[in-house]
């Protein structure tokens, strides 16, 4: 579903010959169709909504590292360019969750997988991703498992 909304979107954007906006929905598609050749080559299926998701987040990251390298080195219309891409990937993710219901959350996750120290930290991590992909910071959210669980 997520896929067919990233190309209606792209043909939308190429209808009204908006280049920038056309130009980030490509990368989109072609970082989808990457990840399909590389599941296809290890005999797994096509990439589903969830795996989507993931692309989107990590898209995102990659951007705001470079907008952030661009504005150290003073280059403000790449730093812009970056922040416009991270926009038209956004679009597409769901709402992300406020810090208060990330640390609900992440208390709710520790309680359930039975953690009791750092070293279950990965289980509460894998629960957290299941449930809320693409929903929420999940840096943060390591942070405050870490916290609950020291």
């Known amino acids: 579903m997520l896929r067919e909304q990233i190309q209606a979107?792209?043909?939308?954007?190429?209808?009204?010959?908006?280049?920038?906006?056309?130009?980030?929905?490509r990368l989109i598609t072609a970082a989808i169709k990457?990840?399909?050749?590389?599941?296809?080559g290890a005999g797994k299926d096509p990439v589903n909504d969830e795996d989507i998701l993931g692309i989107l987040v990590k898209m995102i990251r990659q951007r705001e590292e470079s907008a952030e390298a661009y504005e150290g080195g003073g280059r403000l219309e790449l730093a812009e360019?970056?922040?416009?891409?991270?926009?038209?990937?956004?679009?597409?993710?769901?709402?992300?969750?406020?810090?208060?219901?990330i640390r609900k959350a992440c208390a709710k996750a520790v309680a359930e997988t039975?953690?009791?120290?750092?070293?279950?930290?990965?289980?509460?991590?894998?629960?957290?991703?299941?449930?809320?992909?693409?929903?929420m910071d999940f840096g943060k959210?390591?942070?405050i498992v870490k916290t609950l669980l020291q």
């Open 9 to 25: 979107t792209l043909n939308e954007a190429l209808k009204s010959k908006d280049a920038r906006h056309a130009s980030t929905l």
């Open 34 to 40: 990457d990840r399909d050749i590389a599941n296809r």
């Open 81 to 101: 360019q970056e922040r416009g891409e991270i926009a038209v990937i956004g679009a597409f993710l769901p709402k992300q969750m406020p810090e208060e219901e």
């Open 114 to 135: 039975g953690a009791s120290g750092l070293r279950d930290m990965g289980k509460c991590m894998a629960t957290l991703k299941e449930k809320f992909p693409g929903q």
């Open 141 to 143: 959210a390591s942070g």
